[in-house]
């Protein structure tokens, strides 16, 4: 009788949730510990770390002292945690159950939740350590005593919704997911329900912290491009609760499970090369990180097929490129106008060019001492990839002086790393694109150095050209322009004053020079010039680019290929012009030397051309309003600062792009000595019959799509 008034009691006053099982959660819970279990198990370090472990439940090697940001080797004991605990628990670990692995999770958890370590970089507090710890207490489950439970959730719930680091970008929804999980470990469902509703309500355009309305992704108020970190971070994290809450009544709704993909398409892939390789010109302080310009995997786009067939076909070329099959891509011009970068995809090669305007800061700061060299990698980065190795783990021995596709003064030291973020001072950054060919504008004035240079690119589709103009710099130290600098892979060709001839591995001085060949990229000169080249061993290491205390300091020796313009020192109204031609054999660049593709119509602080003779596009970048006579009989005259891309057919214009870079104007006015009769929606073109002059008309996006491109096809 006692029993059955007890039980009566408990039904009344206990909460709900612990007697109504939520099949549901109960799905997502055994999906998340079966991820937390999924990876293997290393027997040897587990063996390791149980003979190691030391009576009071630390290991020998880690500094406990140091809480600093660029030390709290801490994390190791975490890591250390984490591999103990998965022994003990994975189903056909030959470690589980076993008490001597039980007795080292007791005595390394004891340790930890006793002196509750507290880093001076606030992550660790409220995402690193809290998602470790609830790894463990998913798999330690039943077998910790209630006083560990409590103390280690103690530590847990410093991450939640409410912290400090939960602010709107992509650490919200890293947080709001180790709380969803806390709450799934206790079984709270409110909690859980509310927690997953904020993540989903994330996948959202922001103008602040988060998904630009361009798909690149800022994590602070600086405009600085994240999207391959905090951004894929972002993405990631949301494609984890994609799978958890799949075929449930948690699972999330089409419409931001699209724009997700949107991002991840538009967004991340197109900053990586064949949406595999990250883009080095994409990368801020993760650069100076062993193993940052690796391949990416397969889990989050197979993740967002599970989910939905929307772009699968897309989502199904990335995996395959990512597996190691033969590399395809499609190709495209994409202008990110919020992060002032452009991406270029062909079938056989990628590059960028990342800038910075007004609207931006030129890069991140070097927080918690990385990427201490990155002071120029926002200045005109142009790399290049044809396999997407080329620039692999070449941080210890980069010259971050010759940065491929910038114009930098070459100083004996570089400003203090404290002074590496500045903000860009310029209007006139951007691009004009059609979504598959672009020209690109970076009216550049270094915030470090006393340099400025009016830099252009024209893309096509086997090469793109370089343009620099209006250089002016009044230092003692010389200035140069860099082509390349890159993994060396095998011979070096240069054709100088006629001849040809394979480059020894050494520094060389090159007169007369018409092009560079290396590793089926051709750097070709319209103009034979002088050139600087290097292709030898050097040398460095990891500790120059990064402080954190586990870096290597041992010396790092690679052989590099590196090719730059040396304009000398005090230099005035100087400028350079070179074509890149990404994926060439030696025989068909002869044959481009002999009758290139394009022309140079012009490279003057006014205005800077280009001609595709076989594609019929002309790309002109206007920098003031000018009058331009065109190959045949065409003739435009530009009433505003704006860029201007057109398709022709000899004397007839068949598509019209347009941009304004300045993002001041509401519309862009231009005649043209060639009858357009179009009239549209944000298109006018009056015929003038007293000049024989179209007065076109095009009116720009404004407010949040200002900077974005019009394209309007002519009849």
Partial sequence: MKRITLSLFLLLFLPIQTFCVDKDVEIIRGRVLAGILSPSVNNNRVERLITTIKPDGTWPGIDYVDTSREAFQHTRHLENLIQLSRAYAKKGSVYKGNKKVKNAIDLALNYWTVNDFICENWWNNEIGTPHVLMQVLFMMDKSLTKEQVEKTLTIVKRSHLGAWGARESGDRIKIGGIQAKTALYYRDIKEFEYVIDVIESQIKFVTGRGMQHDYSFHHRDDRVNNTLTYGLDYANAFAEWLDYTAGTKYKFSEKPLQQLIDYYLDGICKMMAYGKYPDPGATNRDISRSGSLRASGTKTPERLIAATDYRKNELEQIIGNRKGEELKSLSYGKFFKDSEYYSHQRSNYFTSVRMYSSRNANMEMPYNGEGLLNHYNGDGANYISRTGKEYYNAAPVFDWQKIPGTTIL??????????????????????????????????????????????AWFFFDKEYVCLGTDLHSMSNYPVATTLNQCLLKGDVVAMTGGSEKTLSKTDHTLDNTTWIFHDSVAYFFPKPIRIHLSNRMVSGSWLRVNRQTGVSKEEIRMEMFKLWIDHGKRVSNDGYQYVVIPSVDRENLKEYAVNPGIEILSNTPEVQAVRHKYLNIIQILFYKSEEMQLPGELKIRMDTPGLLMMKVDGNDVKEISVSDPSRKLGRIHFSINRRIEKQGENFISVWNTSNNLSEVSIDLPQTIYAGESVTIKLP
């Fill in 410 to 455: 070459q100083k004996p030291l570089l400003v203090p790393e404290k002074d590496i973020q500045k903000q860009g001072t310029m209007d006139f950054v951007g691009a004009v694109t059609d979504g598959l060919y672009g020209a690109v504008a970076f009216d550049f004035r270094s915030p470090h150095d006393p340099i400025e240079v009016k830099k």
